[in-house]
């Protein structure tokens, strides 16, 4: 993981992810605390947690919950965030999503929304998730998703990547059913989601502006054609919209 670029895209303006309804909402993240919320957990971590809107709505479903991420100033916005919802039952812990800093099997449920595609290593990264979870642990993973046209996925790849260049790659629903199973996941739901965003909030809450904002809404319009069907851009009440998709996955470690 390049954490400096990382650190560098995110340390600027961490209130934008706080306050992006983006980040906050998502069918996605109702049905996984939904799901999540059957098992008994005492611990909870949530990985990358940026803003901290999942590590907020696992305080409701979990005894303690330790909120991640690589990044201190959205740390710091996460707690408040967490803090302002008297959410009295979560610290916060400043590490690599690579590296985990707990001992083996200390959480009974472990999370990372909308930040696998930033890890050079997702593998490595599920491979310590697993080491940090306890036997019969949940686990829940929401991210970006790709195309499985190869072509697609590489232009839609590259458009995220323009406007973040900590963006490494959104995988297929097919190559995080394979992660799972070579990590030893056994995975109980997974579901493809649409989310529709508003490129100005898109490129706003990356401060992009000028010509690389052009050369976004040219990407989006000249895209080839699975991916110009997969990002779908247009105007809704005046405003330019177009759709990326998500992938939820939850899981269980092997109890045994």
């Known amino acids: 993981m390049n954490l400096t670029n990382i650190q560098n895209q ?4 961490p209130d934008k992810y ?3 309804p983006f980040f906050a909402t998502g069918e996605s993240l109702e049905k996984m605390i939904e799901l999540l919320q059957e098992s008994k957990i005492n611990r909870a971590l949530d990985v990358a947690t940026g803003g901290g809107h999942t590590a907020k709505r ?12 690589v990044t201190v100033p959205m740390l710091k916005a996460a707690r408040e965030l967490m803090g302002d919802n008297k959410a009295g039952n979560v610290s916060c812990c400043q590490h690599d999503a690579h590296m ?4 083996k099997q200390t959480f009974d449920l472990v999370t990372c929304r909308i930040a696998p595609h930033h890890f050079t290593d997702v593998l490595g990264f599920l ?15 929401i991210d970006s998703c790709s195309p499985v046209q190869p072509s697609a996925a590489r232009h839609i790849n590259a458009f ?9 790659h959104s995988y297929t629903c097919a190559d995080w059913k394979r992660f799972f199973y070579e ?5 109980e739901y997974m579901e493809q989601y649409k989310r529709t965003l508003s490129f100005s909030a898109y490129c706003d809450r990356k401060s992009i502006s000028g010509q690389r904002r052009t050369q976004l809404k040219v990407m989006l319009f000249q895209a080839p054609e699975e991916a110009l069907k997969y990002l779908n851009p247009r105007n809704i009440n005046g405003d330019l919209v177009f759709d990326l998709q998500e992938v939820c996955v ?6 045994g």
């Open 100 to 103: 985990l800093p707990f001992p």
């Open 18 to 20: 706080v306050r992006s």
């Open 127 to 141: 491979e310590e998730v697993v080491r940090v979870s306890r036997p019969g642990a949940a686990i829940g993973i």
């Open 10 to 13: 995110f340390n600027d303006h």
């Open 58 to 69: 696992l305080c409701s479903i979990s005894d303690y919950v330790v909120a991640g991420d």
């Open 160 to 168: 995220e990547r323009l406007r973040d260049t900590s963006h490494n």
């Open 250 to 255: 939850v899981g269980r470690t092997i109890v």
């Open 183 to 187: 990590v030893g996941l056994k995975i």
